[in-house]
């Protein structure tokens, strides 16, 4: 770390300098959570990030979960040159798309068809808009705590304040955001995250309506909570005795799960599955993938799916590089990034009891989520949404985050961490030996009460 006074100095001043041209100084909403403030930063190599002060970090936020192959990768910035010089957009077809879409092919057995967009965000609506022609209903189910992008379809019920959960039987669609088109809310149920009871009372009080059950096969963003055993079983039944589809939104599981994603990793088969950030490695590139008869109403053009950047051949380009990296990772991927994260918890849950801070490590491993027990609050995993919203210290988790950033590591504001094929057992090593004063400092200026 940067040992003058103030080791953040220059990002303070470009943080200052942004907030007079870009809106609120950052260019989506989370980067402000970033204390004591959103970072600048220059470049990065592998598992290693550097900000404007000189301070290196090694990383575990990895670009939202983008980065899979680590910071600039070695080949990356050849194959986005390569195509660079022939060009980045035509706004039509090359035979990269092709490529491309057999790789996906070959790696998801349920991507009989695909179609690219640049955001997941834009593929999610696309994914409902879809499952509402398909079956000709209008309601969508989701479960409390899973986000499926920002826009007015993908943040009904996302993470309500305890005040206004609802009822454990009815939860609330309330959207987080100011000026959603209030009747989309009534274009959805939601639905207890690992509770396959009231999973199946929920649909059979919507019995002939609903289009489509989306959820994230692993909640990576809520606690990283993983399906309780038979629950994806449980959804695909119910969607296939309902006639209606089943949506896995693998934006953060796909690629990091293995080649086929969440849905290989647990055994599940969805008729779609929505597909960002390690497609691309960090390139606004995304996919929709899935049953080649619930793409007909798009192959008709019954459904409008479009855009203008669509497809373009220079994202192809990073994401062909992408996928050949993960077929090349073989079948043994993820077993790897799993046992290194493991040890990372494991790490982290010895320093926690050395030093007294009630931090519980929560996930598969390749990635999990730090959880910070509040005091009093009852032990074991977290399954559900409120119970995380019951048990889960955000104020005191911000602050040790906060001292791990100033030691050189860095995991994400909210509490994920990730690994990606740049990690190795040494950077696990290091990672720890830099927590030892982040943990004591935050000890010390943070008692259990
Ligand atoms: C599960 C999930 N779905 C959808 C999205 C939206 O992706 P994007 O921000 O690329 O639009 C995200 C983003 O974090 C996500 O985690």
Known sequence: MNDSVDPFEK?????????????????????????????????????RLFDVDGNEYIDFQIGQGAILYGHAPEGMADALAAQARLGVHWAAQSE??????????????????????????????????????????????????HYHGWA?????????????????????????????????????VVARWNDIGHLRRRVAQYRGQIAAIVCEPCCCNTSCMEPEPGLLAAIRELCDAEGALMIAD????????????????????PDLTVLGKAIGGGVPFAA?????????????????????????????????????RVLSAGPLHPAPLNLLGRSLMNGLSELAARYGVPLRPQGPGLVFHSTMLKQDAPEGPILAYREYARRHDAPRWAHLRRCLLERGVRAIERGLWFMSFAHTEEDIVETLHRAEPAFAKHAAEWPLL
């Open 152 to 188: 007015d379809e993908g943040l009904v019920g996302f993470a309500p304040p305890a005040d206004r959960w609802g009822t454990e039987d009815e939860p609330t669609r309330l959207h987080p955001s100011a000026g959603v088109i209030e009747s989309v809310l009534g274009q959805f």
């Open 250 to 269: 693998e934006t953060i599981t796909g690629f990091r799960f293995g080649a086929a994603g969440a849905q290989g990793y647990y055994g599940v088969d």
């Open 288 to 324: 929709l993938a899935g049953r080649a008869a619930v793409f007909e109403s798009v192959i008709s053009g019954k459904v409008v799916h479009a855009g203008t950047l669509n497809g373009n051949p220079l994202c192809l380009a990073a994401s062909r590089w992408c996928l050949d």
């Open 96 to 145: 990269l798309e092709c490529e491309v879409a057999e790789r996906l092919q070959k790696m998801i057995p349920s991507a009989e068809r695909v179609r690219f967009n640049s955001s997941a965000t834009e593929v999610v609506t696309a994914a409902f808009r879809i499952a509402r022609a398909h079956t000709g209903r209008k309601l969508i189910l989701k479960f409390e705590g």
């Open 11 to 47: 990002s303070r001043a470009l943080f200052e300098r942004s907030q007079q041209a870009v809106a609120g100084g950052v260019n989506s909403g989370i980067r402000k959570m970033e204390a004591p403030v959103p970072l600048f930063f220059s470049h990065g190599k592998g598992s």
